[in-house]
């Protein structure tokens, strides 16, 4: 009778911790530029994940927005957008590595219509210390510290990925099945609880 229990309970415990053990892998990463963060959250799709800090006197967001598993010929992008869950509306930060002299191309974008081609543009909220980096041959990281406003606890955040234009020197369209249509969602800044 014991000797089954025991496998038993010893399922129930993996099933029990196993999904929170994964949710926190961000946790492991060390940043080569030595920047620490006090959060992360692993989002749920497109291999990405956020890590920030937050100052809740002056409402700045400082983070960092990881993408694993890309090449040089494709570019990411972060995104609060205070309209809704929705991509219309988003307020993005954009990066990719140019194809001129493979440096880092990094920019903010306001994405007002479904046919954006994430053109350079000024956003809602002012953008400081934005910079980017491509390691590994796979891994690109956006940084930047954006300054909200006080009503801005919970933010609704866009993610995404997609391919540079045959050029080269800018995005071209993602994908719009699959898993680019579902990267979206709320993150509370303070707590850290994602939906």
Wanted: glycine content about 6%; aromatic content about 10%.
């Amino acid at each position: 009778m014991h000797k089954a229990v025991l496998p038993f309970a010893l399922f129930v415990l993996i099933t029990l911790f196993a999904p929170s053990l994964a949710s926190h892998a961000c946790e492991n990463h060390t940043f080569s530029n030595n920047r620490t963060y006090a959060r992360c959250v692993d989002l749920p799709v497109l291999n990405s994940s956020l890590h920030w800090n937050y100052n809740r006197s002056s409402y700045t967001l400082d983070m960092a927005f990881r993408h694993v598993g890309t090449t040089h010929s494709r570019w990411v992008a972060w995104a609060i957008n205070p309209s809704g869950q929705q991509m219309i509306g988003s307020q993005a930060l954009v990066a990719y590595q140019s194809n001129n002299n493979g440096s880092m191309r990094v920019y903010t974008s306001p994405v007002d219509s479904y046919a954006t081609s994430l053109q350079e543009g000024r956003l809602k909220y002012r953008v400081s210390r934005l910079s980017a980096t491509f390691e590994k041959e796979s891994e690109m990281t956006i940084f930047a510290a954006v300054h909200l406003t006080s009503d801005m606890g919970t933010i609704n955040q866009v993610w995404q990925e997609g391919p540079l234009n045959g050029k080269g020197d800018g995005p071209s369209m993602h994908a719009t099945s699959g898993d680019h249509i579902k990267s979206i969602g709320t993150l509370n800044l303070v707590t850290g609880v994602t939906s």
